[in-house]
Nanobody
Framework: QVQLVESGGGLVQPGGSLRLSCGASGRTFTIYAMRWYRQAPGKQRDLVASITTDGITNYADSVKGRFTISRDKDTVYLQMNSLKSDDTAVYYC??????????WGQGTQVTVSS
């Protein structure tokens, strides 16, 4: 089992920045990849960014050049710059383990509004 806890969400003006954090605990040695998803009201949950234990990263086209995912031991970060109203969503941390298990955090709200 792996437990994930997100933090860092909040209200920010367009063009501003936020950094989300996700701390993992439990059987963290089984984690292969960590990911950030987001879900806006009435929309499906979409992958935003991912990072593997090898440091390989991937981003959704909509956030490339603005968001950066990084990892330090059992914590994954999402640095979000040049935020737009379309980035408003609940952001979820996710991890995928070597045993093909998947775990989710509880989510953190990001609201981009003036």
């Amino acid at each position: 089992q792996v437990q994930l806890v997100e933090s860092g969400g909040g209200l920010v003006q367009p063009g501003g920045s936020l950094r989300l954090s996700c701390g993992a605990s439990g059987r963290t040695f089984t984690i292969y990849a960590m990911r950030w998803y987001r879900q806006a009201p009435g929309k499906q949950r979409d992958l935003v960014a991912s990072i593997t234990t090898d440091g390989i990263t991937n981003y959704a086209d909509s956030v490339k050049g603005r968001f950066t995912i990084s990892r330090d031991k059992d914590t994954v970060y999402l640095q979000m710059n040049s935020l737009k109203s379309d980035d408003t969503a609940v952001y979820y941390c996710n991890c995928f383990t070597l045993g093909s298990n998947e775990y989710w955090g509880q989510g953190t709200q990001v609201t981009v509004s003036s």
